[in-house]
């Protein structure tokens, strides 16, 4: 584990193509990546996305790992299951996660606590560490329990980033509306990019 390491973690939400596009920038930016998929995760991707994701961890990380050009080791897949992953243990803990898309199912189980899937504990960890943890929100509408649980994990310092996507930068295509949200997910990172313009420039 490294403390230059971020986690990314993809739950059941449509939206796929941000968290892919967020690990493709990662990769690019030279980040270990430590990557969850839940299993509605991967039922979403191969429903959205023009390819068929494995099933297996150590499947997903070679076929990934090809399909992002990633460096030996620089992606690492780990199990819903899988508590010996050094992301289950605070001492060991990245120095920042996203869950992109993150549903409110996930986001309600942050809230309270629960770990009852390595997702759910790495979160956890992360909360309790006081490390950067990036909630990429894109269910709607919200209801007030979906309300009432985002105030809290932002009383906590939880980042609420819902996939809501500006058009003052001229989107031309869907590409574009994508690299909305991934460029300020690698904002909070402070991870560089050239994705899009910033506010002002030319």
Not at 30 to 54: C, G, H, R, W
Not at 57 to 68: K, V
Request: charged fraction near 15%; hydrophobic fraction near 45%; glycine fraction near 6%.
């Amino acid at each position: 584990m490294t403390q230059s390491s971020i986690t990314l973690a993809m739950t059941g939400a449509s939206g796929a193509a941000y968290g892919l596009r967020l690990l493709e920038q990662l990769i690019i930016a030279k980040q270990t990546i430590y990557f969850l998929v839940s299993a509605p995760a991967q039922m979403v991707i191969n429903l959205e996305m023009d390819f068929k994701l494995p099933s297996q961890p150590a499947a997903i990380q070679a076929f990934l790992s090809e399909r992002y050009q990633a460096a030996p080791g620089q992606l690492q897949v780990f199990g819903h299951k899988q508590w010996t992953a050094p992301i289950a243990s605070g001492n060991a803990a990245s120095r920042a996660m996203v869950i992109c898309p993150c549903t409110s199912g996930t986001l309600a189980a942050i809230a309270s606590g629960l770990s009852r899937n390595l997702i759910e504990r790495a979160a956890d960890v992360i909360s309790k560490e006081q490390r950067k943890l990036i909630l990429v929100h894109r269910e709607t509408p919200l209801s007030v329990i979906h309300l009432e649980n985002m105030l809290r994990l932002a009383k906590m310092g939880t980042l609420i980033l819902p996939a809501n996507p500006g058009f003052y930068h001229h989107p031309q295509n869907i590409n574009d509306i994508i690299d909305f949200i991934v460029a300020r997910i690698l904002d909070h990172l402070e991870i560089e990019h050239d994705l899009l313009p910033r506010w002002g420039d030319s």
